[in-house]
């Protein structure tokens, strides 16, 4: 068994093809309505962190999200039209090696 695989074995990894999973963030915060067109700032924290870094994901539940983002423990939208929406953010170590399931969803209504 090589190192990474060892190491990815503590934290329930299975090969060097797919990350192994960690604690999701905490629920993001932020506004839970919001006018069309008008952007909204959310929150979220990193609950486990092995390697003292990592990397933000934000699905905006319009179909949209961000790419991964090393200052991502925050983040903007603005909504294009009347709805409910479920914002959920996911994290991983910039090496991949670790990555988390989604974050308990916020839900958002727009106006």
Same mark, same amino acid.
Request: aromatic share 14%; charged share 25%; proline share 8%.
């Given at each position: 068994?090589?190192? &990474?695989e060892?190491?990815?074995s ?8 797919? $990350? ?10 932020g $506004? ?5 067109g008008?952007?909204?700032? &959310? ?10 870094? +990592?990397e933000? &994901?934000w699905? &905006?539940?319009d179909g949209?999200h961000t790419?991964?983002d090393?200052?991502?423990?925050s983040a903007? +939208?603005?909504y294009?039209?009347?709805?409910t ?8 170590c $910039? ?17």
């Amino acid at each position: 068994m090589s190192f &990474w695989e060892w190491l990815m074995s503590l934290f329930g990894g299975g090969g060097t093809e797919t $990350p192994a999973t960690f604690p999701p963030p905490t629920k993001p915060s932020g $506004p839970t309505e919001l006018r069309i067109g008008v952007k909204g700032k &959310w929150k979220t924290k990193d609950k486990y962190d092995p390697l003292d870094a +990592h990397e933000f &994901w934000w699905e &905006w539940g319009d179909g949209t999200h961000t790419e991964w983002d090393d200052d991502g423990e925050s983040a903007k +939208h603005a909504y294009t039209k009347a709805g409910t929406f479920f914002i959920t953010a996911e994290t991983r170590c $910039p090496m991949r090696l670790f990555q988390s399931g989604p974050s308990a969803a916020l839900k958002v209504v727009v106006n």
